[in-house]
């Protein structure tokens, strides 16, 4: 027999004589003896402690006794979303505008791979397994062999 196999053997035989043990000493131990040395931490009395007020306003807080201010920062765009849904129109009317508010805070970014793909052909390769029509394969490293 395996070494191996011997120890697991042993391992839970153990195991099962030790949870034996504890199971039978909390049924049928002695009562009231748990734990006779406990730290206890005197926290001193709740009327001890006060709250601090803390009120806010447009140009900052204010904690206590203590002012602080805040800087307030602008939104560049100048319709809300309130504003786009009164707007009369067709529903791919709406999706157009809201493309285009999107596009303009949108910063313009150049792609450094030498053979880049789509999100649509990164689809395909994935249900493919990774071939593709004039491509090179994809060789596809699933998350649990690294594990």
């Known amino acids: 027999m395996n070494s191996y196999f011997i120890f697991a053997i042993v391992l839970t035989v153990a195991y099962i004589i030790y949870y034996a043990v504890i199971i039978a000493h909390d049924l ?11 730290e206890v931490f005197d926290l001193g009395a709740p009327e001890e402690e006060e709250s601090v007020a803390v009120t806010e306003s447009e140009t900052g807080f204010c904690i206590g006794s203590e002012n602080y201010e805040t800087e307030s920062t602008a939104t560049s765009s100048e319709t809300s979303p309130e504003d786009v849904k009164d707007k009369p129109g067709t529903a791919q009317e709406k999706l157009e505008r809201l493309k285009a508010e999107a596009e303009e805070q949108m910063e313009e970014t150049t792609p450094y791979l030498s053979d880049a793909r789509t999100s649509e052909e990164m689809y395909k390769a994935m249900i493919f397994k990774g071939r593709l029509d004039n491509r090179p394969e994809i060789k596809w490293n699933p998350i649990q062999d690294r594990l």
């Open 28 to 38: 049928y131990g002695k009562k009231g003896t748990d734990k006779p040395n406990e």
